[in-house]
């Protein structure tokens, strides 16, 4: 058994949320000059132009990427083997409001109701998941809601089958337009449960941009519904292009006779997201 003391994990919570709100990882900026190289259309590369360069101010000045600078979600690979001393809810929800509030970045959770803002940017959204061995995968992926906002989950019936899947993916997509601020990644989670469904496609994103599906059957679905959402031409921030979509990541489950459920996350292409393991 390993002792991690909760001090260490609110700090290296608070480190991330910091990071992950002015640098963007490789996996991301990458796509993005590759789309840069690609674009046919003049005005969206100039605008995918645009985009690398107000990272790299972020990352230089340390001015967050995006002025939404989300909703907190983490996700946490727990070793069996590790014992944590203190609380582990409390040190991820303060790790959290540390970084919001000795970053300086804006604090976007409110009461669903009332609307108050919490003031703390928390409770963060946390989703642990035991794994084996000794050690704390920790992720945190800042959402912005132009694109959450865009994401849907719907139960469709079995006969709808692969197509009635990529006709429904395509159509959440063209239907979403320039809200989730394109160029997106498109996230799926195919099959589970209700609720499966969604953290599959929230998972989705978590594999870096482009990373094709380890099965490949999906790993062809991907591709077939990238070359698809892209060849409707709606493009960056829709302006046109053949860039609305960088990657469409496509996690399945296996699920009941009678169900095929499909969740769609949608991220903006301001994907922060950062990983420590203790
Ligand atoms: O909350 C915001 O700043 C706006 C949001 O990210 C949006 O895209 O509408």
Redesign the pocket.
């Known amino acids: 058994m390993r002792e991690i003391n909760s001090s260490e994990i609110r700090q290296a919570v608070r480190d991330l949320a910091i990071a992950a709100a002015h640098d963007l990882e490789p996996d991301i900026l990458e796509a993005l000059l590759a789309a840069r190289d690609r674009e046919t259309g003049e005005l969206a590369g100039n605008i995918l132009e645009v985009l690398v360069a107000n990272a790299n101010i972020a990352s230089r000045d340390r001015i967050p990427v995006?002025?939404?600078t989300?909703t907190g979600i983490l996700f946490l690979e727990l070793g069996q083997e590790v014992h944590i001393r203190g609380d582990l809810q409390e040190a991820l929800q303060e790790g959290v409001r540390l970084g919001y509030e000795e970053g300086y970045l804006?604090k976007?959770v409110c009461d669903p109701l009332t609307r108050k803002n919490t003031g703390t940017n928390t409770p963060a959204v946390v989703h642990i998941e035991l794994a084996p061995g000794d050690r704390i995968t920790i992720r945190f992926l800042p959402k912005?809601?132009?694109?959450e906002?865009m994401s849907s989950l719907v139960m469709l019936p079995p006969a709808a089958g692969t197509e009635g899947v990529v006709r429904h993916v395509i159509d959440r997509v063209l239907a979403a337009g320039s809200?989730?601020?394109p160029p997106m990644i498109v996230g799926v989670g195919l099959g589970g449960s209700f609720e499966k469904a969604a953290l599959l496609a929230k998972k989705a994103l978590l594999r870096p941009v482009g990373e094709k599906s380890g099965r490949e059957d999906v790993a062809v679905l991907e591709e077939r519904l990238l070359r698809e959402i892209n060849d409707q031409g709606q493009g960056v921030h829709g302006f046109g292009g053949i860039t609305t979509a960088l990657a469409v990541h496509m996690e399945v489950f296996p699920c009941h006779i009678a169900s095929l459920p499909v969740g769609i996350n949608i991220q903006?292409h301001a994907h922060r997201h950062k990983e420590i393991v203790l």
Request: charge should be neutral.
């Open positions: 995006c002025q939404d989300g804006r976007s912005g809601c132009g694109s906002n809200n989730p601020c903006c």
